[in-house]
């Protein structure tokens, strides 16, 4: 098993700065894609941004030039540094990761899903 732990959220003014972390724990053999989706009430689940093990990003274009994600391979872990929040960011922020791993001989790759961290953008 997988998991991933959040920390970061929070309320924060507009125009306002926040930091989002991420760690990976558990069986993992490799971590091709870590990254951040959001999901605002009444709202699908979307994507933020996600980066590769090869430090390949991408971002959806309504963060593009204000949020910046950066990935570390050897501690499996991922961030995303938010400036600029506006009030349509305010959103409950997953952290994501499609993972390989071994059971028993057989090499495997899943997805996985934190539980979220609350992000308010707000005066």
């Known amino acids: 098993q997988v998991q991933l732990v959040e920390s970061g959220g929070g309320l924060v003014q507009p125009g306002g700065s926040l930091r989002l972390s991420c760690a990976a724990s558990?069986?993992?053999?490799?971590?091709?894609?870590m990254g951040w989706y959001r999901q605002a009430p009444g709202k699908q689940r979307e994507l933020v941004a996600t980066?590769?093990?090869?430090?390949?990003?991408d971002y959806a274009d309504s963060v593009k030039g204000r949020f910046t994600i950066a990935g570390d391979t050897a501690k499996d872990t991922v961030s995303l540094q938010m400036n600029s929040l506006e009030p349509g960011d305010t959103a409950l922020y997953y952290c994501?990761?499609?993972?390989?791993?071994?059971?028993?001989?057989?090499?495997?790759?899943?997805?996985?899903w934190g539980q979220g961290t609350q992000v308010t953008v707000s005066s």
């Open positions: 558990g069986s993992i053999s490799n971590i091709y894609v």
């Open positions: 994501y990761a499609n993972v390989a791993y071994f059971r028993g001989l057989n090499y495997r790759r899943s997805d996985y």
């Open positions: 980066v590769t093990s090869g430090g390949s990003p």
